[in-house]
């Protein structure tokens, strides 16, 4: 429905009115918080007043583009729509063996509760089912587009016996999947079939079971007297998680709307979810469309990207889409398929990795209310406090390589789960870096919207808590250098100087430094975090660059960067040298150099490495390469199993090609390859507060402006060539000071907006989607 007017704000009120009245009817006393509209932070800026212009037009004109298509059958998850709004989520595609499809009906809330089975099995999210559309003819074609910009799956179903229109959405804020059928006269018999999943760990499937574990027994299926059906899922543990449906007949339309619900330890969730789509199926599709359409208007609008690659645009547009179909800041942490659960031998958040690029795009898209990392991290601090030995507890803090929704690992050392280890101890497995490496996101957020209670109440108290656990088994050495015992580097072995936790440590002192300043903290620990950045061993490197660890070389095809984190993504090691841009280019060399183990995230990170370096046509090779070797026809991406995080991760990838705000400097089309003539940003995010806008035209950058959110420091290399006017409201001079290669630096206060251009130079300030260097296929699987 790519096409559909724009509803008035009046209209949009009077909808949620009709819908919110609905559900009260129904029995459902609140309409759910768990999609919320965007937080106060993240909404759109007010105008800039230096004359830049955009309207609905450039946006309508990529995402419809963007459109997923297909004309021959989705036959697995990696190939078909999926619709989701953080917690209730749909894969489509063919049932196998069967004439029908299969709507897939998966949350991310959905999980067991028996910790002695750790994270794995005993706090495993768990499958709940699926509805099998199934038609009267034989299925003989179909024609189908996942609409972007109204995050809405289209078309038709073709049978030997008619036809079948569909239209079907995950609703924003109701969390119920609606999916409207209109059958031709010989197919006005179809039928919607539930089947109940085995409440069991998926990773059931591939690993033995822990002793004594045994799945939850099956649902019951229930109805109640005006049509609604539930599946009720008893737990072992107590509590249990619910489906409940209804199927509405309105003219030659059948709509059925789906909810799913889960109570612990209480059994509360059948009554909320028959109430919630008892209520929901009382108002009809068209009105649920409205309201949930505006939202998905208004946040593509919070930022606009266009690159004249036509496949990798796309692309991009669908990353937007699918983050904001699987994370909310108050939904879980994405765990390592969001909320569209598969099989796989991986059904928990993943630390080591996993949850850190999840995230990474939310920042430079402007999408803040989707920090569920944060939320999480903030809320549920005392459990990370516990996963740390009793006889740290008083000072530290860590986090497990795998948790539940509550980051809490659960269970013994069974293989069930992965407990913080301790350095120097080869078991349990020393890991212990990855709460720091997630803290990096969280002060991420924090630059990029330089809300000090972000830094003072979650960032400083947590990072000086996993700082702190490193900092009881630094040891002196007899070179006078701090040592670290063993630890582990993610997915290669443990190394005493392991380089993942020398540079988290390094990054992470330095940080607190910067943040006591900043709090005006006088911490009792300063002395200490400088005598760490003075006296720590540097970081062990050999003839082929950085190592694992001390005497460790990366010596093995290994996918995972961790060795290199000091360069990405902590940028504490930039190429400010010759010597440096060797060192890392060796190491880059080296570490892609092996094959065997590499994976899909081995080239994002290539990627934004050599983004860093300013080689714009390596970053755009290896993006070329993930895409062409592992992103599936739906951009979905799979190991052994569905894991989301890498196609995330290579959005990430193209914001470090067109704008890096390291260090204090905001960086405009850093890494542009040379086929990369024209280039449009607006209202990117970058750290400090700003909204940056910039156009590249014919291989030059033409304008660029900033608005400041917090009036921090604003220093910025545009590279425009030769001299330059700054420019702020109504196109007023504004004093700056020019820092050479093409960099200045500009006072801006709070909600001040400045333009930068050629001097003498009047450019078109129009927000405009680029013209594509070649024709591209759709995603999807288009005829």
């Known amino acids: ?51 830049i212009r955009s309207s609905d037009d450039s946006w309508r004109t990529v995402l419809d583009d963007a459109d997923l298509r297909w004309q021959k059958m989705p036959k697995t998850w990696y190939e078909g729509p999926y619709l989701g709004n953080g917690y209730l989520g749909s894969g ?10 299969r709507f897939n009906v998966q949350h991310s809330e959905v999980q067991d509760h028996r910790p002695e089975f750790g994270s794995l099995f005993g706090l495993a999210r768990l499958p709940i089912g699926y509805f099998t559309l199934e038609p009267v003819g034989t299925i003989t074609a179909l024609d189908w587009r996942l609409g972007l910009r109204d995050a809405e799956l289209t078309g038709t179903l073709t049978t030997d016996r008619g036809t079948l229109t569909l239209r079907a959405l995950v609703h924003n804020s109701l969390s119920v999947l609606a999916v409207e059928i209109t059958p031709s006269e010989g197919e006005k018999d179809f039928r919607w079939v539930f089947h109940p999943a085995d409440a069991i760990s ?17 649902a ?14 008893p737990l072992l543990s107590g509590g249990q998680h619910v489906t409940a449906w209804r199927e509405r007949t309105r003219g030659t339309a059948r709509t059925l709307y789906v909810t799913v619900a889960h109570s612990f330890p209480r059994s509360t969730a ?64 994405m765990a390592t398929s969001g909320p569209w659960l598969e099989p796989t031998p991986w059904p928990g958040t993943w630390w080591n990795l996993n949850a850190q690029l999840e995230y990474w795009m939310i920042h ?27 006889r740290y507890r008083a000072d530290s803090a860590g986090i497990t390589r795998t948790t539940d929704m509550t980051l809490s690992a659960g269970g013994a050392l069974d293989g069930s789960t992965f407990p913080l280890g301790i350095p120097g101890q080869a078991t349990p497995v020393p890991e212990v870096g990855c709460l720091t490496w997630a803290l990096h996101n969280v002060w991420l957020s924090y630059r990029h919207t330089m809300d000090e209670s972000i830094l003072r109440d979650t960032v400083f108290p947590l990072l000086r808590r996993t700082v702190n656990y490193y900092l009881h088994f630094l040891q002196p050495g007899t070179d006078g250098k701090l040592h670290l015992p063993l630890t582990y580097s993610p997915e290669y072995g443990t190394s005493p100087d392991c380089n993942f936790d020398l540079m988290l440590l390094t990054w992470g002192c330095g940080t607190l430094l910067e943040s006591a300043e900043l709090l005006g903290i006088d911490d009792p620990l300063k002395a200490r975090w400088q005598e760490v950045l003075a006296k720590l061993t540097p970081y062990p490197t050999g003839p082929d660059g950085l ?49 065997g183990a590499l994976q899909g995230y081995t080239y994002t990170g290539a990627s934004s490495i050599s983004s ?38 290579a959005a990430q990838s193209l914001h470090d090609m067109l704008c890096q705000s390291w260090g204090g400097t905001v960086r405009v089309f850093p890494a542009v390859p040379a086929a990369w003539a024209d280039l449009t940003l607006h209202d990117f995010r970058t750290q400090g507060a700003f909204l940056l806008s910039a156009v590249r035209e014919k291989g030059a950058t033409r304008w660029v402006g900033l608005t400041s959110e917090a009036g921090a420091p604003c220093v910025v290399r545009h590279g425009i060539a030769g001299a330059v006017e700054v420019t702020g409201r109504h196109g007023k001079p504004l004093r700056y000071e020019d820092l050479g290669d093409a960099t200045v630096r500009i006072e801006l206060r709070r909600g001040e907006s400045a333009l930068i251009t050629a001097a003498g130079d009047s450019p078109d300030l129009t927000i405009r989607p680029v013209t594509p260097n070649a024709p591209a296929a759709a995603w999807g699987l288009p005829a």
Do not use: C
Request: hydrophobic share 40%.
């Open 1 to 51: 429905m790519g096409n559909a007017s724009v509803p008035s704000r009046r209209t949009v009120l009077a909808t949620s009115t009709a819908i919110g009245g609905a559900l009260l009817a129904g029995g459902a006393s609140t309409v759910p918080a768990q999609a919320s509209a965007p937080a106060a932070a993240s909404t759109a800026p007010p105008p800039s007043g230096i004359g």
């Open 92 to 101: 489509i595609y063919a049932e196998p063996g069967k004439n029908a499809i």
């Open 202 to 218: 998926p990773r059931a499937a591939s690993k033995p079971l822990p002793a004594g574990y045994t799945g939850n027994p099956p």
């Open 220 to 233: 019951v299926t229930e109805e109640t007297d005006d049509g609604v059906s539930a599946a009720v899922q």
């Open 270 to 333: 059948r009554d909320r979810a028959v109430k919630l789509v008892r209520g929901a199926s009382s108002v009809s599709y068209d009105l649920h469309a409205m309201s949930h359409r505006a939202w998905w208007h208004r946040y593509y609008r919070k930022s606009f990207l266009s690159v004249p690659d036509a496949r990798l645009q796309r692309f991009y547009w669908i990353q937007l889409y699918k983050i904001a179909s699987a994370a909310r800041a108050d939904a879980p942490v």
């Open 364 to 390: 430079g898209s402007n999408h803040l209310e989707l920090d569920a990392l944060t939320r999480s991290i903030s809320e549920y601090r005392q459990t990370l406090v516990e996963t740390t030995d009793p």
């Open 547 to 595: 190592m694992i660890g001390a005497g460790t070389p990366l010596a093995v095809s290994h996918r995972h960067f961790s060795h290199l984190l000091a360069v990405y993504p902590l940028y504490e090691m930039t190429g400010r040298n010759p010597d440096e841009v060797a060192l890392i280019e060796r190491s880059l060399s080296h570490w892609v150099g092996f094959t």
């Open 612 to 649: 860093l370096l300013g080689k714009g046509e390596d970053a755009l090779k290896y993006l070329g390469e993930l895409m062409t070797k592992y992103i599936q026809p739906n951009t979905m991406y799979k190991e052994s199993g569905p894991v989301i995080e890498t196609p995330l991760a």
